[in-house]
């Protein structure tokens, strides 16, 4: 669909905060374009431009599969809430850490979800040669189509695969990022060996996510009758989409056995900030 059609759809939409997100395919690199330099084998199904390596449908549930069916019953009812309530985090780190302004670099984003940091973090995405690799295929929210148009610009590497076998050469990224998604994966040890191998000599690996147990930084709000029939109705949309407490694989109460294997590993530990009920490790191959 044009671009300017499909906005045109969209002006004088009502749109509602908990009503179900309208849907849009990421705008994909073809593979061919892209396997040679990057890619370590061809050995993936290529269906609407996206590179398939995942083949084994095994049978037996293990607890990954159990949390990961609870994350898409997160991820259907993702509402605008969550969306403007995790950008600050994102913009926060990307100041600290100075990634937000990276020029001409290649950036791996392993378990990237929707894709959406390719526009939300990133200043100058344009210039980036952007690879979203995720088990999921997840599509774009329209709140971040709405908010971040160059998502459905620029082109990228989408790839289903998981981050502990990651199907790309040795040394051909500058930057891995692994955004809220650690505590998802099934073993995030695996994650860093990977990120080691496919990571230039000098390329970094930025790490954050929550903190289980960690304080959170909200000051109390005051009483109102508004604030309690938002919270109602955000609990009831959660009710509704069936969203679990809990979807996690493995949460970290501290970034100690993160930064114990990436030392293991080989990496240098450039940053490491705890920051209310978050975390951000910079490390550098
Ligand atoms: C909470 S989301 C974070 C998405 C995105 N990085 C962000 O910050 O918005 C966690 C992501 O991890 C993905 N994931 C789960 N298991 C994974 C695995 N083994 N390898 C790579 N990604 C995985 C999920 O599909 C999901 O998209």
Known sequence: MELSKLFFDLIDV???IYQNADLFQQRRRDPNEYEQEFLRNSDY???DKLADFIKDISSDVDNWERQNSKFLNYHKSLNPHT???SIPIDHYIGLKTGLAQIQNKVVLDVGGGTGHFLSSFFRYPHSLQYFLIDPNVRLLHDQFVRMYPSLLEIPIGHIRSYAEDLPFRNNIADLIISSSAIDHYKDYKLFINEAF???KPNGKLLISSHLKGAKSGATKKKF???AIIEKGLRLLHRLKNGVAIDDHVQEF??????IEKLKAKGFTIEQDEKFKQYFYILARK
């Open 45 to 47: 199904q290529a269906v």
């Open 83 to 85: 969306f403007f309530n």
């Open 14 to 16: 009502k749109r509602d």
């Open 197 to 199: 191998r496919v990571l």
């Open 253 to 258: 109460e501290s970034t100690a056995p993160i």
């Open 224 to 226: 109102s009758v508004r």
